[in-house]
């Protein structure tokens, strides 16, 4: 008997480790991809997770998004190097705010 596939949002709590503020988040930062924010190619892998047709381990064994994800980190990368400490400072408050998340609950 084959197994159902996994509902999305307990994929988003598998990923986090039962964290539900980063599940809320990935799942938000995916619907932004979909939204197209990206460009098409991710945009398309965020519209099958979100949809339960696929998922982010799967995703990430294959090699039809590589380009889409190492062009994207590298430019995450510069930007992270560029922050100065404030302004990193000032997103890591925003991030543990979006994810309602406290300060002391991230350590």
Do not use: C
């Amino acid at each position: 008997m084959t197994q159902p596939e996994p509902q999305p949002e307990q994929q988003f709590l598998d990923l986090t480790e039962g964290d539900p503020g980063l599940a809320k988040l990935l799942h938000a930062s995916l619907t932004r991809l979909r939204d197209g924010v990206a460009g098409d190619g991710l945009q398309e892998m965020a519209r099958d997770i979100l949809a339960g047709h696929t998922d982010l381990r799967q995703i990430g064994a294959t090699d039809a998004y590589g380009g889409d994800f190492l062009d994207r980190y590298h430019r995450f990368k510069t930007w992270e190097e560029n922050l100065d400490p404030d302004e990193r400072q000032r997103i890591t408050n925003q991030a543990e705010l979006a994810a309602d998340l406290g300060p002391q609950e991230r350590q």
